[in-house]
């Protein structure tokens, strides 16, 4: 993806991420990783749906929540956990 495309789009729309019932929060259980994996994942902003290149950093069996960086604001959300893909483990020494 343009870095430059995906910088308009985060400009002109708002993160839309999942809410606490539709992750399970205190319905499953929650996993945080201290060694959070590279992943593509598909967001939204506003309307647009997009791929992002993150980190996946807590999980449910339903859910992701990720963080990624756009011209250098770090974003996190939470979404499906079919919207993410190309898991790649961690790097040590993060």
């Not at 994942?41 to 963080?67: L, Y």
């Amino acid at each position: 993806m343009d870095q430059r495309i995906l910088e308009g789009i985060a400009r002109d729309g708002e993160l839309q991420g999942l809410t606490n019932e539709e992750i399970g929060i205190g319905k499953y259980p929650l996993t945080r990783d201290p060694n959070p994996s590279d992943v593509k994942a598909w967001v939204r902003f506003g309307s647009v749906p997009i791929v992002v290149d993150a980190q996946v950093v807590a999980w449910t069996p339903a859910a992701m929540a990720i963080r990624f960086t756009v011209a250098g604001v770090e974003y996190k959300t939470w979404v499906w956990a079919g919207a993410v893909s190309d898991v790649r483990p961690a790097r040590q020494g993060r």
